[in-house]
Structures are given as C-alpha cells and as structure tokens.
C-alpha cells in the first residue's frame, strides 16, 4: 500500500553532514509514525530516529546529538539530518512506517513496520 522512496546518501568524510529524504506516498505523513533504520554488513537493521504522528522525536543512544528528523507535511517527506558522522555510521539507511496510528512509548519496535523503502546507502571514511 504505502510507498516509500529514500534518497541523499553518498560517501563522505568522518565529521561531514548528509540530509536524508524520504518521500511517502499511499498514506498521509500527519497519521503514521515514521522512522528511519539503517543495516551494516553482518548486523541486524536497527533503529536510529523516529517521528510520532503527534511530532514526538525519539532517538538511538547512538545518534543523540549528531541526527535530526524532521518531516515536512505539505511535501509528504521525511528528512533525516545527519551531522558529525562517524565511520561507524556506514550502513544502508531505511525509513520506514507503521501502518497504524501509534501512540505511547513503544513506537521504536521494527516489527511494528509494516512499510519499508529501499533503502540509500551512507558510507563515511577515515
């Protein structure tokens, strides 16, 4: 049903910045939590930043700090700022949405996503 269509990663430098989009189509963005979840080689996908449809943020220990979402409505986009990167950041990043209306504080589950993009690769080198 919905799609989910990421774009802006690249390879840069440790301490550059890359902005993450995601565009959402097939449901509306002031309804769904969306989040972003990124996957190295040899790990499991985990989750880095989220959005409630409420506009609560919610991040990894990981990223605090350094990433940013945000979600731009009118557009039906979500962005994912990512600032200082460290090699450790390397991964392919996913965003992703659930198909219901959460609420609460256990939004950040991946098995409660139902639709994933792609995926935009981030490669960071020292």
């Known amino acids: 049903q919905a799609q989910l269509v990421e774009s802006g990663g690249g390879l840069v430098l440790a301490g550059d910045s890359l902005r993450l989009s995601c565009v959402h189509s097939g449901r509306t963005l002031t309804r769904n939590t969306l989040s972003w979840f990124r996957q190295s080689p040899g790990k499991e996908r985990e989750f880095v930043a989220g959005t409630r449809s409420d506009g609560a943020t919610y991040y990894s220990d990981s990223v605090k700090g350094r990433f940013a979402i945000s979600r731009e409505n009118a557009r039906s986009t979500v962005f994912l700022q990512m600032n200082n990167l460290k090699p450790e950041d390397t991964a392919v990043y996913y965003c992703?949405?659930?198909?219901?209306?959460?609420?609460?504080?256990?939004?950040?589950?991946?098995?409660?996503?139902?639709?994933w993009g792609q995926g935009t690769q981030v490669t960071v080198s020292s």
């Open positions: 992703a949405s659930i198909a219901g209306y959460c609420s609460g504080t256990s939004c950040w589950d991946r098995r409660l996503y139902s639709y």
